[in-house]
């Protein structure tokens, strides 16, 4: 598997130093690397591509949350998901994270779920693959939003399970891996200090990669067998360590796992 950085872990300012959050990413041994699109939006694609080829480093993905269809948009003008495939397609990058799907009624989820499906749809059409980012709340009442993501989110969408926050939220991860095992385009790892849900700390408890109570031992193993292909990405939100000696110590990690 190739391993790829969320770089999160550098802040909300990364935007402003590109140029040395790639040299640090390359410097601990990852092969790419995964943007927020708000952090990429403001970037000129051109020199966003010199960057990573001045660092040998592939932009593997976007990442993108809340509603793609904007409700606020005038007629005729375009939706937020067009603007955004077309930056990435600028970039080269062929895969975009979306995650935030939750459940408050019937009406609202059918909604939101039909809203994934169509622009998982519209993507594919632009050569983009959307893969669905899950957090801990899509594991509760046995995985229901998870579930139904799976079985109506169409044959379009795909899946960038985050192992750790399928162990916090109470799930069986191996489970959930096997409901969507041909459909995974991404692997994200991530650790947690302590045990819980992830609703009892207002500060997310991410640790570096071995410090905590995640088996991503377990999990890499699983991952090596049956998404071979899939890119296996670190994503640690908070560091009390240096961002380039976290990443660094969770590249080593995950290198490990995977042999």
Partial sequence: MRIGCQT?????????????????????????????????????PDRMRGMLDAHGIELLA???GGNLEDPRQADGERSLLDEILDHLQKLNVSVLMYSG??????????RDLAMVRAASEGAAECGVRLLYHNHYWEMRDNARIMRALID????????????????KGGADVIEILELMRDRIGVIHFKDFAFPGTGEEYELCDTVE????????????????????????VAEQDISVLEPDVAVRE??????????
């Fill in 8 to 44: 999160i872990t550098f802040g909300d300012d990364q935007q402003d130093r590109f140029d040395s959050v790639f040299s640090a990413v390359r410097q601990a041994g990852y092969e790419g690397v995964e943007i927020g699109y708000r952090r990429l939006q403001g970037c000129d």
């Fill in 62 to 64: 976007s990442h993108i």
């Fill in 101 to 110: 799907s939750r459940y408050e009624n019937d009406e609202q989820f059918n």
């Fill in 152 to 167: 109506e989110g169409g044959d379009a969408l795909g899946f960038c399970p985050d192992v750790g926050w399928i162990f």
């Fill in 209 to 232: 990669f071995g410090r905590g109570i995640v088996p991503l031992d377990e999990m890499a193993t699983w991952a090596k067998e049956h998404a071979p292909n899939a890119w296996a």
């Fill in 250 to 259: 969770n590249a080593a990690h995950l290198k490990a796992c995977l042999g």
